[in-house]
């Protein structure tokens, strides 16, 4: 299984962007996915989740802002970052359930600052 996490960068707040997760060796539309942030000296943190069915879920700070979602022709997941805050600062990593493991991307950094 490989996942392979783009679309960090540097970004003024207010900014947006769109983090891209292609997957191989596993079917995100089968499994649970989702994305993952750790922010310099803090735990990493559950951002967004998807579901085989289709269920979302969000981290309460991002509810209204970001917005996941997936492509099962592509087998890739998508996190849309809108209205960003320099709290939002962090390296994001993609993540897949399945085969009774997590999978994890090699994560991309994401900045918010002026």
């Known amino acids: 299984v490989q996942l392979q996490a783009s679309g960090g960068g540097l970004v003024q707040p207010g900014g947006s962007l769109r983090l891209s997760c292609a997957a191989s060796g596993i079917i995100f539309s089968m499994n649970a996915g989702g994305w993952y942030r750790q922010a310099p000296g803090k735990q990493r943190e559950l951002v967004a989740s998807i579901f085989s069915g289709g269920l979302i879920n969000y981290a309460d700070s991002v509810k209204g802002r970001f917005t996941i979602s997936r492509d099962n022709a592509k087998n890739t997941v998508y996190l849309q970052m809108n209205s960003l805050e320099p709290e939002d600062t962090a390296v994001y990593y993609c993540?897949?359930?399945?085969?009774?493991?997590?999978?994890w991307g090699q994560g991309t950094q994401v900045t918010v600052s002026s």
């Open positions: 993540n897949v359930v399945g085969y009774g493991s997590r999978y």
